[in-house]
């Protein structure tokens, strides 16, 4: 029987199977993943009855016992050196003693299925997607900076986050292969999500609250990319996210993981809020000073400081569509348009300060240019070009908060009877017909991979539907009928 020598890989690097850079006391690959080095591994391989295991070198023959350590990983009956674990010793009638229970298991159990996914392994998957596709609209990270933190959490027992990161990577795997659509997210791994989920959220332990939301964003996101299955305003996980956060309250203190995928899930959130007609419960002093305080002492880039700080101004959306809607009802009400109009106010002058400094800086700095559209120079001959995501997301989410906030202002001050000449002006470059129909053809080729298809087609008239609901001026009605959108009469939900 002899030992041949193994690499000096970490169990980590070797589970994953990948090189190690053996930069100890903690290589680069469980720096990235968050994991605890276990260093320089010393063992042998051996062949025993046609059997392979490994073990210090000190082993001896008989039943003495020997541990390998694995951080972070789950105990199994069926494979320590997976699992991890102070498990392995070496006999060849009983191949795997566990150390601390002291019952053996006979070769002829090895035969029963190992699980293929477990979270160490769904980690090192994770962790290889993120750097798959750079710059490409594969690019994983385009769905948060959240996910890179993703990896430090697996092994926190939380199968509700272990499951949706495996939808994830398998529906992104399939799309990336160029698969049908309508393979692309595995029924089975979308039911044990669900399930875990449900299970998360009743689970009182308040420790697990960020990987519960983490779940639930990650969910969400998966939704919005692969499955139309409900229509475009369903937000199927937006109410289980704004109880998880409530579960947490203000006052509990937010790691920056916690920060990322909160903010990362407000557009849902806000969205459902205004559905119901309700405040964003975002929206309290109590809230706003703690994500403020948050964002101001947290490591993270300052364009995505300034992307944050921008949408928790934006919890206000809520609230003014409301007192829109409020307004279509009585017409007449010229204290509700007071208010409307004060609030609209506020936000408005903060989203000009930070048109004059925030995004004026960028684009000296030439994070935002403007430069020559090649994709549809029919409709702009001009378009805008961003270095990284988080800044088109922050020219985006400034653009949309502007024009909705002149619209707010437009229906606070036809009630009040001052119309003024600015905003009018303002409201005018709005009305663009080349606008809407390079979102008509945005919205479509999105629509054309998702399955199944969502109900009915992108046209100017849908378009102009969810624009009006999601600023007040239309209600939201459960419907499948196009007419309410055709006709102006509401918005599908």
Not at 84 to 105: A, C, L, T, W, Y
């Amino acid at each position: 029987m002899v030992g041949v020598p193994k690499s000096k890989r970490c169990t980590f690097c070797k589970t994953r199977k990948t090189k190690c850079d053996e930069k100890w006391p903690t290589c680069g690959t469980c720096a990235r993943a968050g994991k605890v080095c276990s260093g320089a591994r010393n063992t042998y391989k051996f062949v025993v009855n046609g059997s392979h295991n490994e073990v210090p070198e000190d082993v001896g023959t008989g039943v003495e016992t020997s541990q390998i350590s694995l951080q972070n990983t789950e105990t199994s009956a069926l494979d320590g050196r997976r699992y991890g674990g102070p498990i392995v010793m070496f006999d060849p009638k009983h191949i795997f003693i566990q150390e601390n229970s002291r019952k053996s298991r006979s070769s002829a159990k090895l035969a029963s299925p190992v699980p293929s996914n477990p979270p160490d392994q769904i980690t090192s998957h994770l962790i290889e997607c993120l750097d798959a596709a750079p710059g490409t609209g594969y690019d994983l990270r385009i769905l948060g900076p959240f996910l890179p933190l993703v990896p430090q959490h697996m092994g926190s027992g939380n199968m509700a986050l272990t499951n949706a990161v495996e939808l994830l990577l398998g529906a992104w795997t399939n799309s990336r292969r160029g698969l049908p659509s309508d393979t692309w997210l595995d029924l089975r791994t979308y039911n044990m999500a669900l399930r875990s989920l449900k299970t998360a959220l009743d689970d009182a332990n308040v420790e697990q609250l960020t990987n519960t939301l983490t779940a639930l964003c990650i969910l969400q996101k998966i939704e919005v990319l692969y499955d139309f299955a409900r229509g475009s305003n369903q937000e199927n996980h937006a109410a289980g996210l704004i109880a998880v956060i409530n579960r947490g309250g203000p006052a509990r203190h937010m790691t920056e993981m916690a920060l990322h995928v909160t903010l990362e899930s407000i557009f849902h959130m806000l969205q459902e809020d205004i559905r119901q007609s309700r405040e964003s419960d975002l929206h309290t002093e109590e809230w706003m000073s703690t994500l403020k305080g948050a964002i101001d002492t947290s490591t993270i880039r300052p364009v995505l400081k300034d992307l944050y700080h921008l949408w928790v101004q934006g919890t206000a959306w809520p609230g003014l569509a409301r007192l829109v809607r409020l307004l279509r009802q009585n017409p007449s009400d010229t204290m509700t348009a007071a208010e409307l109009h004060l609030r609209a106010t506020s936000l408005a002058e903060l989203l000009q300060h930070q048109d004059k400094t925030t995004l004026a800086s960028l684009a000296e700095s030439g994070a935002i240019t403007k430069v020559d559209h090649t994709t549809r120079p029919d409709l702009f001959a001009k378009c805008y070009e961003f270095t990284d995501f988080s800044t088109a997301k922050l020219f985006v989410s400034h653009a949309l908060f502007s024009v909705i906030t002149c619209r707010f202002l437009q229906e606070a001050d036809q009630v009040l009877g001052h119309l003024g000449p600015s905003l009018e002006k303002q409201a005018r470059k709005f009305r663009n017909k080349e606008e809407r129909e390079f979102c008509i053809a945005g919205l479509r080729q999105m629509d054309s991979s998702r399955h199944p298809p969502p109900i009915g087609e992108w046209v100017e008239e849908t378009i102009m539907a969810n624009a009006k609901a999601y600023s007040g001026r239309l209600p939201f009605l459960r419907t499948q009928d196009k007419k309410v959108e055709f006709d102006g009469i509401g918005c599908r939900s």
